[in-house]
DNA sequence: CGCATGTGTGAGAGCGCTCTCTTGACATGG
DNA sequence: CCATGTCAAGAGAGCGCTCTCACACATGCG
């Protein structure tokens, strides 16, 4: 450990001082602030009163040590780029994660690994028992630690479908049903030669979003067409390098289905690059509903996630598996809104 | 606290189970891992060979409860919308700070306060002293919890410089000699009848904006001017709807500086609808760069913070703190870097 | 009235660690 | 040869809390 201790530290008002302003024992004013029943009211008041008048609050470090829990649980960020640095899905996350447990007197930690060193260190710490449970956020296939942690039978669940460990407990959107809403939406809008622009293909939400796609042409008879799929990174840039490959394999495309908002907006400057009108060339929706997506000239049709409610799901299983360790696996699937724009207004609109 | 046990938790091996296999006491072994320097060189091995061997890890709650300190700081985000939801300030924030103290072997805690109750709730965690210190992330004029944790002589930095509380630590970027080189390079490109577009004005960093502003006209010897100067509240409708009172008012202007990129979008979506033309008749930047700056049409010149810069310095700062709680207050300013794109080209380009 | 049963409270152990104090081994000097 | 100093290592207290167990007392029943 790093830290020294050059400066004693305050100390705080002890279960032992309530006691004897109160004038019971200390086991006795344990009772009463953990709100055991085993209490007559006399005696509570006037250990509340106690309790009051110190300012008193339990130690959390001495609670920890004697009940093996540390009220508080782990959110892992696993994610060095895309998204989560992209738009807002980060703090609504967390918010939603954070607004759930705090209602139960329960910390967030929050661990960011950022090398493979990282992650180790990461993986020590929860394997250790330092917290109650672990959130773990976007994930890719490749990634050892949920296996580690998972393992180690800690208490966890995953945001987002994982690849692999499909034993565990996870809160996801349903990214096909999302995607094939938005490209049923584009055929409705008269459009039938229906490009897609893919995430990462070592992410469950980019196979989900590219299976969403192909349902909807295949359900329309359309069929699905390899020429008419790439494959990018979630950026701005990626999405534009994208757009110009299938522009040029298949010029005679009239929409796009991009699988984030960033890689839309690189889209759409390529469209206009080549001389391509949104809507009425090229229709085109994105998915996230990102700031970027209102701001877009057009704005841009998207896909929105109820990412705070993914926050507060996650937390929410995570805190009965941390009430009970035996209970079986959750899934937890929400929906999907799609956000109609002008990016996607249809050929033959009334 | 409202979580029960069933289970009973697993147990870690302890200093002692090691002492044990090292074949010596307990207290050589803490010294060992420790780093303290009074250990022979055969001991310290065997030691090392035992916590290895074992896969022992310390038990956090065990040692704060004696040294006092929690090896913990806290992150307090009371921002309820605005700029920390819109754009990747926030995560890129908790970035710097967190890879600061992941290196001291220090964890993360995260508190997002949303009510007044709640925001009652995290300044008695703190004072508590669940945390070694905390970090204050956007922070309004009207916020009573720094007050009252630097009452409680808790270690504090504050990311944003505070309206109130001046003898606080604190990390800001150069907010007014951003918004100066901004609007000089306005002038540099023959603008002369610039509006400003500004924040809230109970943030800081609102009125720093704005006087850079200012300085820059003042400078220029174009004078402030009132009419020129509309405030809005960092988002995208708010952005637009003080463009038109702008325009309303000021017809012959020829350029805008907005106080944050969101609010630039609204501006020139505003803009655009009034047929005036970006950069041709109206020169527009913006504050924060944003993706929605790269993604704007034209492209959004605006403002670059040295974000993970701001978590990574308030980090330090606070584990100086930590370290040593009568040090003196320090502040650190961050300089911004000006990012020119085609929304501010100037009217005599060579 | 004696015993079983239930209920409120206290005593005390002990969670895993750090840190002071003490001991013991050895080197050095007079 | 003993006094003194130095340094490694151990003994043991105690951080603040929870929780089991024991106990005192009240109540119910045969």
């Given at each position: 450990?790093?830290?020294?201790?050059t400066?004693?530290?305050?100390?705080?008002v002890?279960?032992e001082?309530?006691?004897?302003l109160?004038?019971?024992s200390?086991a006795?004013?344990?009772?009463v602030?953990?709100?055991s029943?085993?209490?007559?009211?006399d005696v509570?008041r006037s250990?509340?009163?106690?309790v009051e008048k110190?300012g008193?609050v339990?130690n959390?470090?001495a609670?920890?040590l004697?009940t093996?829990?540390?009220?508080?649980?782990?959110?892992?960020?696993?994610?060095?780029t895309?998204?989560?640095f992209?738009?807002?899905?980060f703090p609504?996350?967390?918010r939603?994660?954070?607004?759930t447990?705090a209602?139960?007197d329960?910390?967030v930690v929050?661990?960011?690994?950022?090398?493979?060193g990282d992650?180790?260190?990461?993986a020590d710490?929860?394997v250790a028992?330092?917290?109650?449970?672990?959130?773990?956020?976007?994930?890719?296939?490749?990634?050892p630690?949920p296996g580690?942690i998972?393992?180690?039978?800690i208490?966890?669940v995953v945001?987002g479908?994982?690849?692999r460990?499909?034993g565990?407990?996870?809160?996801d959107v349903?990214?096909?049903g999302?995607?094939r809403?938005a490209?049923e939406d584009l055929?409705a809008g008269g459009?039938?030669?229906?490009?897609s622009?893919?995430?990462p293909?070592?992410?469950?939400a980019?196979?989900?979003?590219?299976?969403g796609?192909?349902?909807?042409?295949?359900?329309?008879?359309l069929?699905?067409d390899?020429t008419?799929?790439?494959a990018a990174d979630?950026?701005?840039d990626?999405?534009?390098?994208?757009?110009?490959?299938?522009?040029?394999?298949?010029?005679?495309?009239d929409?796009v289905?991009a699988?984030?908002?960033?890689m839309?907006?690189g889209?759409?400057?390529v469209?206009d690059?080549?001389?391509r009108?949104v809507?009425?060339?090229?229709?085109i929706?994105g998915y996230?509903d990102s700031?970027?997506?209102a701001t877009?000239?057009?704005?841009l049709?998207?896909v929105r996630q109820p990412?705070?409610?993914?926050?507060?799901?996650?937390?929410?299983l995570?805190?009965?598996?941390?009430?009970d360790a035996?209970?079986?696996p959750r899934?937890?699937?929400?929906?999907t809104?799609?956000i109609r724009r002008?990016?996607?207004?249809?050929?033959?609109?009334p």
């Amino acid at each position: 450990m790093t830290v020294s201790n050059t400066q004693p530290r305050p100390r705080g008002v002890t279960l032992e001082e309530v006691a004897r302003l109160a004038g019971v024992s200390r086991a006795t004013v344990s009772r009463v602030v953990n709100g055991s029943p085993r209490v007559s009211g006399d005696v509570r008041r006037s250990v509340e009163t106690a309790v009051e008048k110190l300012g008193y609050v339990p130690n959390r470090a001495a609670r920890s040590l004697v009940t093996r829990r540390s009220g508080s649980i782990a959110v892992v960020i696993t994610e060095p780029t895309g998204r989560l640095f992209s738009d807002p899905f980060f703090p609504r996350l967390l918010r939603g994660i954070s607004t759930t447990v705090a209602a139960r007197d329960v910390q967030v930690v929050l661990l960011m690994p950022e090398t493979i060193g990282d992650s180790q260190r990461t993986a020590d710490y929860l394997v250790a028992g330092h917290v109650d449970g672990a959130i773990l956020v976007s994930l890719h296939g490749d990634d050892p630690l949920p296996g580690r942690i998972i393992d180690a039978r800690i208490a966890t669940v995953v945001v987002g479908r994982p690849l692999r460990n499909r034993g565990v407990s996870y809160v996801d959107v349903d990214n096909r049903g999302g995607a094939r809403n938005a490209v049923e939406d584009l055929i409705a809008g008269g459009r039938r030669v229906i490009a897609s622009i893919g995430g990462p293909a070592d992410m469950m939400a980019s196979q989900d979003r590219l299976h969403g796609y192909r349902d909807a042409l295949v359900a329309a008879g359309l069929g699905a067409d390899p020429t008419l799929e790439a494959a990018a990174d979630f950026t701005q840039d990626g999405g534009a390098a994208a757009m110009r490959q299938l522009l040029a394999a298949r010029p005679d495309l009239d929409a796009v289905f991009a699988a984030s908002d960033l890689m839309a907006a690189g889209a759409m400057s390529v469209l206009d690059a080549a001389g391509r009108r949104v809507p009425e060339d090229v229709a085109i929706v994105g998915y996230d509903d990102s700031p970027v997506a209102a701001t877009a000239r057009p704005p841009l049709t998207s896909v929105r996630q109820p990412i705070e409610e993914m926050g507060q799901e996650s937390a929410r299983l995570l805190l009965e598996l941390v009430e009970d360790a035996d209970r079986a696996p959750r899934r937890v699937i929400l929906t999907t809104e799609l956000i109609r724009r002008a990016s996607s207004a249809g050929r033959a609109m009334p």
